[in-house]
């Protein structure tokens, strides 16, 4: 323990025993009082800055990389205080999000056979489809979108989405939507 003497006008601290330290006045604040005035100021001039380092990056910079672009154009700042900025700004960068798993293996059950042969290129149209999933990631969550194509003419002859990948919500053939009435592969 530090030996502390209580507060009072006059009296100071005694750290004379911890390398490096210094005797301060008991009551003022370790910046003193005039950085205190300017604060709002220089936070103001500051947000400026990161504002178009923020816009400059497209809006994709978040705190590290404003932060570190401050650092290397001179600017002395904190990067709590770079954060507290961009927060009270309503400013954020882009953050990559994770993508799902696509396909769960289950032990001992036979994965589908190649019926095609590997050969996407029939000769006439509606001969052979194929269908694939696509995870779309939008603002609300991953909307997946389960497709259907014609192998011959290349157009998507039903599409269906869903919030949720499981099979009685985006395959199911009654809720796609279809571009041709009918028609079914030959």
Known sequence: ML???????GQSRDFAH????????????????????????VDARLSERIAAIHARSRDSYGVRRVYLDLRDQGVRVGRKRVERLMRTAGLSGYVKRRKGTTTIRVPGVRVADDLVGRDFNPQAPNRLWTSDIKYVSTWEGTLYLASVIDCYSRRVVGWGCAPTCRPSSSSTPSRWRSRGAGRSPA
């Open 3 to 9: 030996p502390l003497h209580p507060g009072g006008e």
């Open 18 to 41: 911890v390398p490096g330290a210094r005797r301060l006045p008991v009551g003022l604040p370790r910046l003193g009082a005039a950085s205190a005035v300017g604060a709002p100021l």
